[in-house]
């Protein structure tokens, strides 16, 4: 490389990833397959439009490319019909709402501050702005969902669009209910797997594909693949609202959604990136992406019992996915934002974040997010998990104590170097 400013960036960059312990719980480390597969021709390649349907030509190559994307996909989850374009999963929720609501129509989320995504009906988001959004969150004193206050709450908003999923939700999700609310009030039904889309995969944890009308998730946090999102469906269903083609046919669901995403929110796909979610969809499909799965899972629940055995609440009772949410007002006096800091400086990244019903602002919080997606993947187990806690835990407790941050950060740092980012996969 001769641009030696960026280098340098890149070279820090890389090794704060591999001197340090990533515990955010939407992060992740691609393979390098993945990886090398990012950075090819097809950069220089525009195709908007769809296989066989694009509005330039020379497109016949990434046709086979993106076909074969899709297909990895639709094996992967046992899905009838993918779109692979979306940049992101917020990108593909905005497709979603574009392709299938309409201004004003109300729409019902699962509460940002209880662990929902800015996506699902946040103020400050263009689906809390261009859509009528209503929320259902979880009970202050288990941390959980009551299908039936869900029930109540559809009951009254009448939704167009219920939407199950989180980003900071540490339990599974009874797709089968939300449907039957969905189905109760004639309500269209999404699913964002964005978080557990990996564990989801292997069968860990419940699958929506049979319950919901629409799946959206992510490709780069469980699925271990490059940044971006895509959409899916079960059932390539007719459209529910009657509308049908100049011979009267029904147009299916599939249009109507390939549509929301191409022309309705972007233009030309990033062929590149498909190409790298191609290569996550084969690994993903292999035994040893099982394996991988189980182990964040058992990483995760030992993570969890430790920091409860240590005496920190986590929302919710525990987990059952590869986070968690730690309520640092149970037993501590410092919060999310100086949690994050001090945490930081010892090579240790974990997030700030909200907890339910919580008193302080976004910008400070009363919690800190943890998963286990990208220590897994570098080879940690569950006792490595129990001893990343008792550092945790006695920064957390002493958090203005510098000597022992930078003496917990050298032992991070030695740590880490028994695990090579990119082990053969």
Not at 131 to 145: H, N, P, R, S
Not at 174 to 203: M, N, Q, T
Not at 310 to 326: D, E, F, P, Q, R
Not at 389 to 401: G, H, M, P, Q, T
């Amino acid at each position: 490389m001769h641009d030696i400013q960026l280098h340098n960036l890149l070279e820090r960059e890389t090794a704060r990833q591999i001197n340090g312990v990533e515990l955010i719980a939407s992060e992740n480390y691609a393979s390098k397959e993945v990886i090398d597969a990012m950075a090819n021709v097809l950069n220089n390649k525009y195709a908007e439009g769809y296989p066989g349907k694009r509005y330039y030509g020379g497109c016949e190559i990434v046709d086979e490319i993106e076909n074969l994307a899709i297909d990895r996909l639709n094996q992967l989850f046992g899905t009838e019909y993918a779109n692979v374009q979306p940049h992101s999963g917020a990108q593909a929720n905005a497709a979603i709402f574009l392709a299938t609501l309409q201004a004003g129509d109300t729409v019902l989320g699962f509460d940002l501050s209880h662990g929902g995504h800015l996506s699902h009906g946040s103020a400050v988001n263009y689906s809390g702005k261009i859509y009528d959004a209503q929320f259902y969150g979880v009970e202050e004193e288990t941390g959980l969902i009551d299908m039936d206050k869900v029930a109540k709450k559809a009951e009254i908003a009448r939704p167009k669009l219920i939407i199950c999923g989180a980003s900071a939700y540490s339990q599974d999700w009874d797709y089968k209910r939300f449907r039957e609310i969905a189905d109760s009030v004639g309500a269209l039904l999404l699913a964002d797997i964005s978080h557990p889309a990996g564990l989801i995969a292997k069968g860990l944890l419940n699958n929506p594909v049979e319950h919901c009308h629409i799946i959206s998730t992510t490709t780069h946090k469980t699925l271990r693949g490059p940044r971006g999102g895509v959409i899916m469906m079960g059932k390539n269903i007719d459209n529910p609202w009657g509308r049908s083609t100049k011979k009267g046919n029904p147009i299916k669901m599939s249009s109507i959604l390939n549509s929301g995403v191409f022309p309705g929110m972007q233009g030309g796909p990033l062929e590149h990136i498909i190409a790298a979610k191609a290569v996550a969809f084969n690994e993903a499909l292999t035994d040893d992406f099982g394996i991988y799965a189980k182990q964040v899972i058992a990483n995760s629940t030992a993570m969890a019992d430790a920091f409860t055995a240590a005496g920190y609440k986590i929302v919710s009772g525990g987990t059952v996915n590869h986070l968690m949410l730690l309520d640092l007002r149970h037993n501590l006096t410092l919060n999310g934002k100086q949690a994050d800091a001090a945490l930081g400086a010892a090579h240790i990244t974990v997030n700030k974040n909200m907890v339910p019903y919580d008193d302080k602002s976004p910008f400070v919080t009363s919690g800190i997010r943890l998963g286990t997606p990208a220590i897994t993947s570098r080879g940690l187990r569950e006792d490595d998990c129990i001893e990343l806690v008792s550092w945790i835990d006695a920064i957390l407790k002493d958090f203005e104590n510098e000597s022992l941050i930078k003496d917990i950060g050298k032992k991070v740092e030695a740590k880490m170097s028994q695990f090579p980012l990119y082990p053969s996969i």
